[in-house]
């Protein structure tokens, strides 16, 4: 991997690089944010998902995270939303499915399939990379994201439990095919049979026995533009209270969808995987 | 004044204003951020002049000024740079001047004199909307700024020090009448009688006698792309000696001219504005 920038933040160190990806089949770019601490010893990390429209650039310009993450001594790892380029495939005229709107699946339809494979890159080819080449502790992972990528977050944790350590997300896509964003990208990612679409469904993945060992942490605003249209918590609510897996949902009175929610909340996030990452097993 | 946007953060409240400038000549849009404090009686008020391109967003979205502001209890005032709208003269083939460029000065030359009276603006028109329309104590400000918005904010306190508890400074144009940026916008706004620059220079400001009653605190960043060809501490650190005029000048290793740079400091500005607002007289 290339190193592509280096800004100094919270006395560490935020950097960018890009490297060849083989899960995506394009060149990729991300953002680490290394803490003070990273310089002395390696530190555990949480990789921050982002939402649909969102670079790497997003989170760590908007939600104030570093500073927790320096406090805290985490890494955070901030991958892109979907493969990018040129040979790419997209739908320039769509926000919500192509470059930028990687939905975190495997796709297994043309034209997506040959690069739409951010499920197997966020899971496992990006911690791989991060593990080997900069100063993080290997398999000490936690996850959290935004809206599609709090649905990246949920999924990534109930499919794969054992990569992490905790979970949260802000504002995600609980019940993804119940809901037009969820139906328009995973009918073009992964066809029409629906059996497939619920392995990327965190409402289905928990209907379907699905567990992961702690509560993931959720907050959601009650103001948010997009909640009865899109996220749908109370499904995944219900599901997880018939199923008995713990949830600590918190409806956050007046907050919307935007950063200015995720940077209210993104330190109490940090703090609550801190919590998990440096806990003795 | 008309508020056209409503954001809940940190328990208090993100609002957006437009109004009718009778200072600029136009319709200008401000934010405002209110802490929760700000719900049971009124608040100081930091102001925020920010740098070139820059409009009131940048700031709200970028320094992750709103945490300490909501922990700290005050109110954040975040005008834009310069007038605006298509009655506006530009310069659109450069940044640094026109819209996006006001530097925080009246103008007193053709095209540019109809509008472009930002230094009153800042200090008298903002203040006195602001503090007859919002829960912020009347007189009792700091202010506080970044690049283009350094340079107006040690203008303001030092031309009108009785606005002001406190100032401070995020890598500020020290001393504009010696440098590209501000010789190509002085000569633009004010003519080739260069006297009339000094008035908003703050180095020459010091030179000739102008006083803040407390050290400003400026934070710089020894890796800023701007410093060697634009910003000149240096010039104002030897005015400062020279007149007995206080100052914390801190030089801060391996940062740049970013955001970045600003959210790992402002909340050690905030600090300082909040003690200096709270303090007896």
Not at 14 to 42: E, G, I, K
Request: glycine share 8%; with cysteine; aromatic share 10%.
């Amino acid at each position: 991997m290339e190193q592509i920038e280096r800004i100094k933040e919270f006395g560490g160190w935020l950097n960018r690089y890009r490297h060849a990806s083989d899960a995506c089949n394009c060149l990729m770019t991300f953002s680490v944010y290394l803490p003070p601490a990273a310089d002395q010893c390696p530190v555990p990390a949480v990789y921050y998902l982002s939402g649909l429209t969102c670079t790497d650039d997003n989170v760590r310009v908007k939600a104030g995270a570093q500073r927790y993450a320096a406090e805290l001594g985490l890494a955070l790892v901030m991958p892109d939303t979907s493969p990018r380029g040129e040979a790419v495939p997209d739908a320039p005229e769509r926000y919500d499915l192509g470059q930028g709107a990687g939905f975190y699946v495997n796709a297994t339809r043309g034209p997506w399939a040959a690069h739409y494979r951010m499920f197997d890159y966020v899971t496992e080819e990006l911690p791989e990379l991060v593990e080997a080449n900069l100063p993080i502790v290997p398999g000490l992972r936690s996850v959290t994201g935004h809206s599609m990528g709090g649905h990246g977050t949920l999924v990534a944790a109930l499919r794969r439990p054992e990569l992490y350590r905790s979970v949260s997300a802000f504002a995600p896509i609980c019940n993804p095919v119940a809901v037009a964003w969820g139906e328009g990208c995973f009918g073009a990612y992964l066809g029409h049979d629906r059996a497939a679409w619920a392995e990327y469904d965190a409402t289905e993945l928990v209907r379907a026995g699905r567990r992961f060992s702690g509560p993931p942490l959720i907050d959601q605003g009650t103001a948010d533009e997009f909640l009865a249209e899109q996220l749908h918590p109370e499904a995944l609510e219900a599901a997880c209270l018939d199923q008995g897996q713990p949830l600590i949902l918190r409806r956050q009175p007046g907050y919307d969808h935007s950063y200015h929610f995720i940077a209210s909340f993104i330190g109490e996030h940090l703090a609550h995987h801190a919590e998990a990452l440096t806990r003795r097993p």
